[in-house]
């Protein structure tokens, strides 16, 4: 994250938190990202304009209440697909702040910033559209269920790789009967509102309509719509009620859909914009037709890469940005084993980054050197493979250096570690080259280097002179064919980012000439016939993809 001068709030009354820049302003509040007992998270507070002294203590308990309501529902929600929760200050006399996690971008922008043709490819919008479902499936599966009722790409965030997390609860309601009941109308985002939260009649009950979880089944379809023909959606009439009935959904999106062609996602998108809520898909519905279409576009995938001559070097993994990847607990089997190691100068970072691997809450201001080598063990799922990586931290100082030589000797993967404020520690890099040829194992042709300039969050309080430019890192890289990433430990997206960088670099060692392709009854199993080395297996995989070949 790049941050910019920080704004420090009042220490009175939060002590704990400052704003570092405003992200976006909505008709209750303002989301800046901040820095939260030191690290990089998202702050939204309610405007100012609610708590002023000229206002009755009815309308701020009012607007005090709508953020509780918030907090009470997102507190208790857990999902890969949900923005996480972290506290919510009540400063006294002062606005209410909530604190979340820090994620890159939402969808919304980046459609309108992508520059591609078309704007979201393929291969992301599958992507983007599978999470966003499993989180509504998380949704709509409590019990009670909990309906979204404002579900826009404005509301769909990404994570530096993109993953996307469903955001702003702030008008979701739980419904505990479990089914459609009567609630406020037109709740969310009037693009993207289904119909049946537009009232026909304006008696009493005007301000009410009567829906449940399918609202945000439509709502996705119109999601799932702006994601292919990459623009917000384009309705006419504006209102879908005309002399006291509704127009039918694909008369007013008409040009939209046309837009669509015959893009392999059409039809799930009619089936949700469907007028009557019954007809919708759930949502447990829209994972399954999802995962086909996925799965259905890996066999494709790996008939082509069967089809390939045997001489043909075809890279097995999958270098899109948008696959997801994450922390999982120890599996049964792995589809990838990989041992790597943190090599560098000291005072670069290279423990934090390692102890945030395995606590995201690490406080990184308790930091001690590292003594001699620590290794943990952590598992990955990347797209739909199981990644066993064990990960080595090693101690930077010259005293410690008889150390690292005995375990760069098998490992597949290095973190090269430099600080950006430290140029003399990236002057170093070619000495922690050396060590890597120098004992690497005999029978290793290459150790894959991941380079890491880390620390970035110190680039605008640095004197020029002991900066590290980005470019000349990048030429480096270049130089010796590795990949370069950057990293803050107070951004923990940029450090997973990291990881799954490299995870991406160590499955593209795998060539087909590694691997060997036997016909299974339950489908054909992928495993190395005689590993190059120990640290790169594949162990009890049935690939759930190939049905033959």
């Known amino acids: 994250m790049s941050v910019k001068k920080l704004v420090p709030l009042d220490i009175s009354y939060e002590p704990s938190i400052e704003y570092v820049e405003m ?13 939260w007992n030191g690290r ?71 459609i309108e910033k992508s520059t591609s043709t078309p704007k979201v490819s393929p291969s992301k919008g599958l992507s983007i559209a599978l999470g966003v479902a499993e989180g509504l499936e998380y949704l709509h599966g409590r019990n009670p269920p909990v309906v979204h009722r404002d579900l826009a790409t404005k509301n769909i965030l990404l994570t530096v790789d993109g993953q996307p997390k469903i955001a702003d609860l702030g008008v979701a309601k739980v419904f505990t009967a479990g089914k459609d009941d009567f609630a406020t109308a037109k709740p969310g985002t009037p693009l993207y509102a289904a119909p049946e939260t537009y009232p026909t009649q304006t008696k009493w009950f005007g301000t009410m309509a009567k829906y449940g979880v399918k609202v945000d089944i439509f709502s ?37 859909i046309q837009a669509m062609g015959e893009h392999e996602l059409k039809g799930l998108v009619l089936d949700c914009l469907k007028d009557k809520s019954s007809s919708r898909p759930h949502a447990s519905t829209l994972v399954t037709e999802l995962k086909r279409i996925r799965n259905d576009n890996e066999v494709k995938r790996c008939s082509s890469v069967l089809s390939q001559p045997k001489n043909t070097t075809v890279n097995l993994s999958r270098t899109d940005s948008f696959v997801p990847f994450e922390k999982i607990p120890s599996q049964p089997h792995y589809h990838y084993k990989f041992k790597v190691l943190f090599l560098g100068n000291s005072n670069t970072g290279k423990t934090c980054l390692h102890e945030l691997l395995k606590n995201p809450a690490y406080d990184i201001t308790n930091t001690v050197l590292t003594i001699g080598i620590s290794p943990i063990r952590q598992w990955f799922q990347y797209d739909s493979s199981y990644v066993r990586m064990e990960v080595t931290d090693t101690a930077g ?58 620390k970035v969050d110190l ?54 000439e590694d691997i060997a392709f036997e ?31």
């Not at 470019?471 to 997206?493: F, H």
């Open 40 to 110: 990089s998270v998202a702050a939204k507070r309610i405007l100012e304009k609610y708590f002023k002294r000229d206002y009755g203590q009815e309308i701020r308990d009012h607007y005090v209440g709508e953020l509780k309501k918030e907090w009470e529902i997102l507190r208790d929600l857990v999902h890969p697909n949900i923005v996480r929760m972290h506290e919510v200050l009540f400063p006294l006399n002062k606005s209410p702040v909530i604190i979340m996690e820090l994620l890159h971008c939402d969808l919304l922008h980046y």
């Open 459 to 512: 680039r605008q309080n640095v004197k020029p002179e002991d900066l590290v430019p980005e470019e000349r890192a990048l030429e480096y890289a270049g130089n010796i064919q590795c990949p370069y990433v950057e990293t803050s430990a107070k951004d923990i997206d940029s450090v997973m980012a990291m990881y799954k960088k490299m995870v991406e670099a160590l499955i593209s060692t795998v060539s087909p």
């Open 220 to 256: 996705f379809g119109v999601v799932l719509l702006v994601i292919i023909i990459g623009h917000e959606p384009v309705v006419f009439p504006v209102s879908p009620i005309k002399d006291g009935y509704k127009i039918p959904e694909v008369k007013r999106r008409e040009n939209d």
């Open 23 to 35: 992200l976006g302003e909505g008709s209750y509040g303002e989301v800046w990202s901040a820095i």
């Open 397 to 454: 100082q010259e005293r410690h250096f008889s150390l690292p030589p005995s375990y760069v000797r098998d490992v597949d993967g290095v973190f090269l570690v430099y600080d950006v404020s430290k140029k003399y520690t990236f002057e170093n890099i070619r000495f922690w080259i050396d060590m890597i040829d120098r004992y690497k194992s005999k029978d290793k042709e290459k150790v894959q280097i991941l380079l890491v300039g880390n």
């Open 519 to 549: 016909e299974r009854e339950a489908g054909s199993m992928i495993r190395l016939p005689s590993p190059p080395n120990k640290s790169r297996t594949w162990k009890n995989y049935i690939c759930p993809f190939c049905k033959s070949s």
